[in-house]
C-alpha cells in the first residue's frame, strides 16, 4: 500500500500540533502565576521572539530593552512593573 506512511505521518502531526498546545497552555499558566502578562507583548509563546525573551528571563536580564530584543532601536517603551496589583 503506497499510501500507509501518509497516515501515520499524519498522526505524527496532530501528536505535534497537541503537545505544542499543551506546552503553550503550559507556559501561558506559569507567566500567569508569576503575573507575568506577555500577551501583550508577544502574540506566539512559541514564537521566536518569546523564545529570545525566555533565554533573556533564564540569565537573570532586567534590563527591558535587552528582554524584549530592542536594545539600540526606536521603538515604543514597555513598562515593566514590578507590582502584581497595578
Known sequence: MPNSGCGE????????SLAARRLQKQLQ?????????????????????????????A??????????GTEGSKTTTVCVVDDPEV
Open 9 to 16: 505521518l499524519s498522526r505524527a502531526e496532530s501528536t505535534s
Open 29 to 57: 499558566s506559569l507567566f500567569d502565576e508569576c503575573h507575568i502578562k506577555l500577551s501583550s507583548v508577544v502574540s506566539d509563546l512559541l514564537g521566536v521572539s518569546a523564545i529570545a525573551l525566555f533565554k533573556a528571563l
Open 59 to 68: 540569565e537573570a536580564e532586567t534590563k527591558p530593552a535587552v528582554l524584549f
